[in-house]
């Protein structure tokens, strides 16, 4: 099997971004683009080509969250209540069923900036594919690679309850996501 490109990884990356405001949108959360890739594309290429400086501010824009999740199912009619809201970040990997390796240097600055943020990993080869975990729970290891393992208490439907409602949708997701990756694996 010949290692994966960069445009596979990419067009992987966006398919679980894509799944993740499915499901999320299917249970009636508000998914709005947020992250890196949606707004600050220019500054990408530049940082990509060595060309801007590695400040603080650029650290900050480059660990940005993928979505803003909105829960506005608690407004009523006549009372106006809190909308909830969450910053997600939407991660894959196809290695292994239930444990994936992040860069540590990556974990800390979501640390760092996003604390408060939910990590959200698409796993094909996992049980359950969709899994949360809030950042500020994630201990960064003191090596290159920090090694998460996802279980029955890392699903995603614990960290967004409505999705419990839409069982049928979320299994169909389920089903796409392991079909659709396993198709996409370059040999």
Same mark, same amino acid.
């Given at each position: 099997?010949?290692?994966?490109?960069?445009?596979?990884?990419?067009?992987?990356? !966006?398919?679980?971004?894509? *799944?993740?405001? #499915?499901? *999320?949108?299917?249970? !009636?959360?508000?998914? *709005?683009?947020? &992250?890196?890739?949606? %707004?600050? #594309?220019?500054?990408?290429?530049?940082?990509?080509?060595?060309?801007?400086?590695? #400040?603080?501010? +650029?650290?900050?824009?480059? #660990?940005?969250?993928?979505?803003?999740? *909105?829960?506005?199912?608690?407004? &009523? !009619?006549?009372?106006?209540?809190?909308?909830?809201?969450?910053?997600?970040?939407?991660?894959?990997?196809?290695?292994?069923?239930?444990? +994936?390796?992040?860069?540590?240097?990556?974990?800390? &600055?979501?640390?760092?900036?996003?604390?408060?943020?939910?990590?959200?990993?698409? =796993?094909?080869?996992?049980?359950?594919?969709? %899994?949360?975990? =809030?950042?500020?729970?994630?201990?960064?290891?003191?090596?290159?690679?920090?090694?998460?393992?996802?279980?029955?208490?890392?699903?995603?439907?614990?960290?967004?309850?409505?999705?419990?409602?839409?069982?049928?949708?979320?299994?169909? =997701?389920?089903?796409?996501?392991?079909?659709?990756?396993?198709?996409?694996? +370059?040999?």
């Amino acid at each position: 099997m010949r290692k994966s490109t960069f445009h596979v990884d990419r067009a992987k990356g !966006d398919m679980a971004k894509a *799944l993740v405001r #499915t499901l *999320l949108g299917t249970a !009636d959360y508000t998914v *709005l683009p947020f &992250g890196y890739e949606s %707004y600050f #594309t220019h500054i990408k290429d530049l940082v990509h080509t060595g060309r801007v400086e590695k #400040t603080r501010m +650029v650290h900050q824009i480059r #660990t940005m969250p993928d979505f803003v999740v *909105l829960d506005e199912s608690s407004i &009523g !009619d006549r009372v106006p209540e809190k909308i909830g809201v969450e910053f997600v970040e939407v991660k894959f990997s196809s290695r292994e069923p239930n444990l +994936v390796g992040i860069e540590t240097s990556k974990i800390k &600055g979501y640390r760092k900036y996003w604390p408060d943020s939910t990590l959200v990993y698409v =796993l094909p080869r996992g049980k359950d594919v969709f %899994y949360a975990r =809030l950042i500020r729970k994630i201990k960064p290891s003191s090596i290159d690679i920090t090694d998460l393992e996802f279980g029955k208490e890392d699903r995603i439907e614990l960290y967004f309850p409505r999705i419990s409602g839409f069982h049928d949708e979320l299994e169909d =997701l389920k089903k796409i996501a392991k079909k659709a990756f396993a198709k996409l694996e +370059v040999k």
